[in-house]
């Protein structure tokens, strides 16, 4: 239940319930404290008033012994005094050790004070002893809830006298009683008045939160452009507002590759079914011979295949965009992958006389092993390699180079094309992307992009740069993976 109602409270209420917890806990504690130092001064000021006046009264007895009864100075009884205690109902009382009444002036009734448990404190050490009096069923007509017993020697040594003196406490419980009542409603009316503060407080401080809540929920596909709004503070709101920016700036950049790479993929689909379709059609209109009809199949196949190829690549980076977690991590060399995909490709570099050369710079870190997905590794470098020959002008080298140094393995695949322009070099990992003058040569824009993806997701480091000596020039791409 409790869970629920959380739920349905927002966090300004929240913030604001918190802080008044704080507050109110804090204030409580502190009131409590103040409040019982409070009361336990008034007690003892109460006690020593109480006291100075037992002195007061012990100083005013005669001394002599009269007729079995002390005389007591009536002149201290007057309600003039200034005193924490009202006389109108008090009592005093002159005693033996063995606990008989000698004197006493006020009306007692039927009660009688404790004494043999006084004097044992006073026995003890004790300058006088001091009883909250609560059970007065037997005292006459009290003006009080409770009334406090002093006991007092009236010798210093070896008393055989005390002096007990009753007063009520309707002043100290008058104070006490209008000290409780501020701290019961004082206090929860604080409380009350901070939770406002509070809530005024905090939507003030969450004011730039609701700011960006309203912008985000103003932007769509059709304005992703549009960002939230900058705190000018420099706080947790104004970190979280840019971040909320560079989000939407992903998301808008991911959303605007989303549909070229939706329109590219189309286009690239479209032109083998186009020129599938217009084989098709010409050679439903001509009577064809069997050479015609076997170069027609022929193309047939090849767009099929190109059909094929560009879906395959389609759905590995779909795969790829899905994470690593998808594919099988494990010890391999670096060198037995590349020797697999140069010999594949062999033949396809012999059709342009184009020959391929190894190098392998041993040292003594001697083979080191990384860890990858043999699959996309060769698919790296099937790709890169298959780029090399397909650029690289016939009866032309590319020279393939395996090092390695203590932190990684790099391999350099060096082609002498025509090189790359300064201004694509950004855009050739990108999907589709092909530069102007390469739009002759057979191609879809996918495998540089499927190679960067793979190098991503294997945590190592794809580049590419141009090199120009001598009349050579060309271009080199440069892949390195951690050693394990």
Same mark, same amino acid.
């Given at each position: 239940?409790?869970?629920?109602?959380?739920?349905?409270?927002?966090?300004?209420?929240?913030?604001?319930?918190?802080?008044?917890?704080?507050?109110?806990?804090?204030?409580?504690?502190?009131?409590?404290?103040?409040?019982?130092?409070?009361?336990?001064?008034?007690?003892?000021?109460?006690?020593?008033?109480?006291?100075?006046?037992?002195?007061?009264?012990?100083?005013?007895?005669?001394?002599?012994?009269?007729?079995?009864?002390?005389?007591?100075?009536?002149?201290?009884?007057?309600?003039?005094?200034?005193?924490?205690?009202?006389?109108?109902?008090?009592?005093?009382?002159?005693?033996?050790?063995?606990?008989?009444? /000698?004197?006493?002036?006020?009306? #007692?009734?039927?009660?009688?004070?404790? &004494?043999? +448990?006084?004097?044992?404190? $006073? @026995?003890?050490?004790?300058?006088?002893?001091?009883?909250?009096?609560?059970?007065?069923?037997?005292?006459?007509?009290?003006?009080?809830?409770?009334?406090?017993?002093?006991?007092?020697?009236?010798?210093?040594?070896?008393?055989?006298?005390?002096?007990?003196?009753?007063?009520?406490?309707?002043?100290?419980?008058?104070?006490?009683?209008?000290?409780?009542?501020?701290?019961?409603?004082?206090?929860?009316?604080?409380?009350?008045?901070?939770?406002?503060?509070?809530?005024?407080?905090?939507?003030?401080?969450?004011?730039?939160?609701?700011?960006?809540?309203?912008?985000?929920?103003?932007?769509?596909?059709?304005?992703?452009?549009?960002?939230?709004?900058?705190?000018?503070?420099?706080?947790?709101?104004?970190?979280?507002? /840019?971040?909320?920016?560079?989000? #939407?700036?992903?998301?808008?950049?991911? &959303?605007? +590759?989303?549909?070229?790479? $939706? @329109?590219?993929?189309?286009?690239?689909?479209?032109?083998?079914?186009?020129?599938?379709?217009?084989?098709?059609?010409?050679?439903?209109?001509?009577?064809?011979?069997?050479?015609?009809?076997?170069?027609?199949?022929?193309?047939?196949?090849?767009?099929?295949?190109?059909?094929?190829?560009?879906?395959?690549?389609?759905?590995?980076?779909?795969?790829?965009?899905?994470?690593?977690?998808?594919?099988?991590?494990?010890?391999?060399?670096?060198?037995?992958?590349?020797?697999?995909?140069?010999?594949?490709?062999?033949?396809?570099?012999?059709?342009?006389?184009?020959?391929?050369?190894?190098?392998?710079?041993?040292?003594?870190?001697?083979?080191?092993?990384?860890?990858?997905?043999?699959?996309?590794?060769?698919?790296?470098?099937?790709?890169?390699?298959?780029?090399?020959?397909?650029?690289?002008?016939?009866?032309?080298?590319?020279?393939?180079?395996?090092?390695?140094?203590?932190?990684?393995?790099?391999?350099?695949?060096?082609?002498?094309?025509?090189?790359?322009?300064?201004?694509?070099?950004?855009?050739?990992?990108?999907?589709?992307?092909?530069?102007?003058?390469?739009?002759?040569?057979?191609?879809?824009?996918?495998?540089?992009?499927?190679?960067?993806?793979?190098?991503?997701?294997?945590?190592?480091?794809?580049?590419?740069?141009?090199?120009?000596?001598?009349?050579?020039?060309?271009?080199?791409?440069?892949?390195?993976?951690?050693?394990?």
């Amino acid at each position: 239940m409790m869970k629920k109602i959380a739920e349905l409270i927002n966090f300004r209420i929240k913030l604001t319930f918190i802080f008044a917890l704080i507050f109110g806990s804090t204030t409580f504690l502190f009131n409590f404290l103040v409040f019982s130092y409070v009361i336990d001064a008034l007690k003892s000021d109460f006690d020593d008033a109480l006291y100075n006046y037992c002195v007061d009264v012990s100083e005013s007895l005669d001394g002599k012994f009269l007729n079995s009864k002390f005389e007591v100075n009536p002149a201290l009884f007057e309600h003039g005094k200034i005193l924490p205690f009202s006389l109108g109902t008090s009592a005093i009382l002159v005693r033996k050790k063995d606990s008989s009444i /000698i004197t006493h002036i006020g009306n #007692l009734g039927s009660f009688t004070p404790p &004494f043999n +448990s006084e004097i044992a404190k $006073i @026995a003890n050490g004790a300058d006088a002893a001091y009883r909250t009096l609560n059970e007065l069923k037997d005292f006459p007509d009290p003006e009080s809830n409770s009334y406090r017993l002093i006991t007092f020697p009236l010798e210093n040594i070896n008393p055989q006298f005390f002096l007990q003196v009753i007063v009520p406490r309707t002043l100290l419980e008058t104070q006490i009683e209008n000290r409780i009542q501020v701290f019961q409603f004082g206090i929860p009316l604080l409380i009350f008045i901070s939770m406002l503060i509070g809530y005024f407080i905090s939507g003030r401080a969450l004011a730039p939160v609701k700011n960006i809540i309203e912008a985000t929920k103003r932007i769509n596909a059709s304005s992703l452009f549009a960002r939230v709004p900058v705190p000018k503070t420099k706080d947790e709101f104004k970190e979280l507002a /840019i971040v909320l920016n560079q989000a #939407l700036e992903k998301i808008e950049k991911s &959303f605007e +590759s989303q549909e070229k790479f $939706i @329109a590219d993929a189309s286009h690239q689909l479209l032109s083998p079914l186009t020129i599938m379709k217009s084989e098709i059609e010409l050679f439903q209109k001509n009577n064809t011979s069997s050479t015609e009809i076997t170069h027609f199949l022929q193309n047939q196949h090849t767009e099929i295949d190109n059909l094929a190829q560009i879906v395959q690549d389609m759905l590995l980076l779909a795969r790829m965009d899905a994470g690593i977690s998808h594919f099988n991590l494990s010890e391999i060399h670096v060198d037995e992958v590349l020797l697999e995909c140069i010999s594949r490709l062999e033949k396809k570099a012999v059709q342009k006389n184009i020959k391929i050369h190894f190098h392998i710079f041993e040292n003594h870190f001697s083979n080191p092993l990384v860890l990858a997905d043999p699959d996309l590794l060769k698919h790296l470098f099937h790709n890169l390699i298959e780029n090399a020959i397909k650029y690289s002008p016939v009866n032309s080298n590319i020279n393939i180079h395996l090092s390695w140094n203590f932190e990684s393995t790099v391999v350099d695949i060096i082609d002498h094309g025509p090189g790359i322009p300064e201004d694509q070099i950004s855009l050739i990992f990108e999907r589709f992307s092909r530069a102007p003058q390469n739009q002759k040569i057979q191609g879809f824009g996918l495998g540089l992009a499927i190679a960067k993806k793979i190098a991503n997701l294997l945590n190592s480091k794809l580049k590419v740069s141009n090199f120009s000596q001598g009349d050579q020039k060309g271009c080199t791409f440069t892949f390195e993976i951690k050693n394990i």
